[in-house]
């Protein structure tokens, strides 16, 4: 008689029960064992920050189903047939014998678990800037249930106002939301001289700053956090430039991958951290896996490399179904990462997949890139919203390399097409001839994902000559630049850039075109630079060889603009 398969599997998060539960459904007669050093398993990290909002009330929630069952290890060997050993603390792994020697630590006893197969995935964690001060009491991480029930509550009982945010990351921009909606004053370090660093363009990520501002929160950027001040809780932050005064400290610097336990055992893993994997999250031992944020990704563009750690929900879910499939004879490869994230800050999305342009130029790709803005329902449709679109497309095939949004309108649905559109390696052709879903509720006759891949198909072609808010900004302040303000009269009144410019409406232009130098560059735009775009091919046409256009028009303008009058 043949002995089950025994399943080992080291991490309750993410990948641990997806593998386990998966796996249990595939091959029900499976021996699958969960265990982790945590008393508390299978929770929704990514919803912190709105239980800090105060979005809903029960911190527990992120431990439960849909319909309100906590899963805690009784659910799992009842409702998933598994067993679940919390307060387990796996410390060795033995391939040679396929044992893991672990302990518990409520008892302090320690054994030896053998696997057939062995699932690593003990996630990553918070990294600890070594700074002094950063053990004060009032300083808190981001990534466990407790550290949002105690925030909550140590913010009422202490009565806590100030908040400094270590780092603009996607946690740092949802906690500067969080703890704003709570009534705290906010400020937000960041090391680099933008939000969200790696994740956006600087031109986008400066577009977006402005939401943040408006909404109140302080950045400080290009500013290096030195110390935490106080003498046994926090008092304030020490950067390099200042000090800034503070009662509460968050630290959201990044995750490390959790690999000790892999190295340890002679698991391959990369040389700045992370399992290496192949696409069946197989480790160099074929009896042994790793998933989620312990490991490594390679990105499916095939442009930036094998090694790339990005910590994802999304992707650790992703990789338990290919663990429990491979173990179970139905291997399902990983395709990779596409580096697609998203992020809400207060009205605000930003969003980004595939390549930026930083990346691009790193990798000497021969690419363009364009900016568009305009609504992402038609103007008449209430609640319709601003939304800017970076793309980037490779000049050799025009495939799409990366796609970066922000704004008030609807990002996630063409986010999800982009993401989509590199992963099926497609161009800007493709985008165009998406059957994209058309009603006035959602979007536009030609969706603004389509229009943004006209404007860059045009530009590839020469006829749009478009120029970035960032370049536009360099030109204007080196001179010899005229500014052409393209609207209309009642739309100038309201609201101008705040140079000296040229006002012809759209519709004098062809008639006033003789009042425009030919000697020097003119910089077209409107609200959101299709009238610059206009404009530019009416002066092309009346012989003005200097005309480009400002991308993103005024919408789009990622630095301050002039308001003329209350809106």
Partial sequence: MTSPLRVLVIGGVATGPKAACRLKRLVPEAEVTLIDKDDIISYGACGLPYFVEGLFSDVNTLIQTPVGVERTPMFFEKAKGFQVLTRTEALAIDRESKTVHVKNLDSGEERDMGYDKLVLAMGGHPFRPPIPGIDLKNTWYMTHPRHADSLVKEIEAQGLKKAVLVGAGFIGIEMAEA????????????MFDQILPGILDKDMATFAAKHLRKKGVKL????????????????????????????????????????????????????????????????????????????????????AGREMFVALGSTANKHGRVIANHIAG??????????????????????????????????????????????????????????????????????????????????????????????????????????????????????????????????????????????????????????????????????????????????????????????????????????????????????????????????????????????
């Fill in 330 to 567: 139905q291997p399902t490869p990983f395709a990779g990462i596409g580096m697609t994230g998203i992020v809400k800050a207060f009205d605000f999305t930003m969003a980004r997949t595939g390549l930026t342009e930083l990346q691009a130029k790193t990798l000497n790709l021969n690419y363009e890139t364009i900016i568009w803005a305009g609504p992402d329902m038609p103007h008449y449709y209430p609640g319709h919203g601003p939304l800017v679109i970076k793309m980037i497309a490779s000049k050799r095939d025009r495939k799409l390399l990366g796609v970066q949004l922000a704004g008030m309108g609807n990002a996630a649905k063409r986010l999800d097409v982009a993401a989509s559109v590199i992963l099926l390696g497609g161009g800007l052709d493709d985008i165009a001839n998406i059957d994209f879903g058309y009603a006035p509720p959602y979007s536009p006759p030609l969706d603004p994902l389509a229009t943004c891949a006209h404007v860059l198909t045009n530009k590839l072609d020469g006829l749009a000559d478009g120029v970035s808010p960032f370049e536009s900004k360099a030109l204007i302040e080196a001179g010899n630049v005229v500014l052409l303000d393209v609207r209309t009269p009642q739309e100038f009144e309201e609201m101008r850039l705040p140079y000296d410019v040229v006002h012809i409406p759209l519709g004098a232009l062809r008639s006033k075109a003789n009042e425009l130098p030919k000697d020097k560059d003119i910089l077209a735009f409107c609200k959101v630079s299709m009238r610059g775009y206009e404009a530019q091919r009416i002066l092309n046409a009346a012989g003005f060889d200097r005309v480009r256009f400002i991308e993103g028009g005024i919408v789009g303008w990622p630095f301050e603009v002039k308001m003329m009058k209350s809106e």
């Fill in 179 to 190: 703890l704003k909606e709570r009534g705290l004053d906010v400020t937000v370090v960041e």
């Fill in 220 to 303: 400080v950027l290009g500013e290096r956090v030195t110390a935490l001040r106080g003498e046994t809780q926090v008092e304030g932050v020490n950067t390099d430039q200042q000090t800034i005064e503070a009662d509460l400290a968050l630290i959201a610097v990044g995750t490390r991958p959790s690999d000790q336990l892999a190295r340890e055992a002679g698991i391959n893993c990369a040389e700045k951290g992370g399992i290496l994997i192949n696409e069946y999250c197989q480790t160099n031992d074929p009896d042994v896996y790793a998933g989620g944020d312990c490991v490594v990704n390679h990105y499916y563009g095939g442009y």
